[in-house]
């Protein structure tokens, strides 16, 4: 992958964003809001599943718990993004990953991951802090779309059972 003329300030597109999303909703096999080993080596199944495993493990797995957050999964796109990878070459690896093809090992970000581990602020830290952020604002939305369509089904249903 090579660096292009990517915007390195600006943040992922919201387009991004929702589909880096929806493969975490994928790799989240328990739908407990985090990727664990064991889903992403079912995730994979054959296709090298333990390497890929340990291999995203090592990149997205900041605080090194054992399970991947979604804060920690969108900040590590953020950090793609702002070690210089074009939305172009994101959106490409985000649609390998969706098919479950191979995980990629990024150069860059591995470099500056290294390097913020040595800082005293670090930067990971802050930018998976501003993930937690963005995606309090998010869930709540999205938890009452999700209770609004069970309303409506739930509404159908009586209606449908009176009707009988």
């Known amino acids: 992958m090579g660096c292009t003329t990517a915007k390195i300030n600006e943040p992922l597109s919201q387009r991004l964003r929702h589909k ?6 994928k790799l989240d096999i328990k739908g407990n809001g985090t990727i664990d080993k064991e889903g992403t080596e079912q995730f994979w199944k054959s296709n090298f599943a333990k390497l890929n495993t340990e291999a995203l493990f090592e990149a997205v797995d900041f605080d090194k718990s054992g399970d991947i957050t979604e804060e920690e999964w969108m900040a590590f796109w953020e950090i793609v993004k702002e070690n210089g990878y074009s939305e172009e070459e994101i959106n ?7 098919d479950g093809k191979a995980w990629v090992q990024f150069k860059r970000v ?6 913020d581990e040595k800082r005293r602020g670090s930067r990971v830290k802050s930018i998976v802090q501003e993930e937690k952020k963005k995606l309090s604002i998010i869930q709540p939305a999205r ?16 209606e449908n059972q009176q009707e009988s």
């Open 143 to 158: 938890l009452q779309k999700s209770k609004t369509m069970e309303n409506e089904g739930n509404d159908m249903q009586q």
């Open 20 to 25: 880096a999303s929806e493969i975490f909703k």
């Open 92 to 98: 490409l690896e985000l649609d390998e990953l969706m």
């Open 110 to 115: 591995d470099r500056f991951l290294k390097i």
